[in-house]
């Protein structure tokens, strides 16, 4: 199971740092990704980190001001956000995939075990 948490309401400009800490399995071995829903609009993934932490990848637009690690002596992965846009407000989402899954990062599919998510609320 995740858990998603670090969420809050943060102005313009501003930082954030998400947790996803998993409470069984072995978190090493997995993927995990973080995605995005804002009301009325499909999840999109924001980034994703594999087991070892040596490979990962964000969408463009979060680029240069998201990174995403993870600690695995914790079962811990992180969303350390900075620089945050109005556009950023949405509930975030940790996820996790097996390490010999198939399918693409980028899509919220091929994830198989999913946190609560988490509320990111940037006024301007």
């Known amino acids: 199971q995740l858990q998603a948490s670090g969420g809050g309401l943060v102005q313009a400009g501003g930082s954030l740092r998400l947790s996803c800490a998993a409470s069984?399995?072995?978190?090493?071995?997995?993927?995990i990704g973080w995605f995005r829903q804002a009301p009325g609009r499909t999840r999109e993934f924001v980034a994703y980190?594999?087991?070892?932490?040596?490979?990962?990848d964000y969408r463009d637009s979060v680029k240069g001001r998201f990174t995403i690690s993870r600690d695995n002596a914790k079962s811990t992965a992180y969303l350390q956000m900075n620089s945050l846009k109005p556009e950023d407000t949405a509930l975030y989402y940790c996820a996790a995939r097996g390490p010999f899954s198939t399918g693409s990062y980028y899509a919220p599919r091929f994830y198989t075990d999913w946190g609560q998510g988490t509320q990111v609320t940037v006024s301007s």
């Open positions: 980190i594999r087991g070892s932490g040596d490979r990962g």
């Open positions: 069984e399995g072995t978190f090493s071995t997995y993927v």
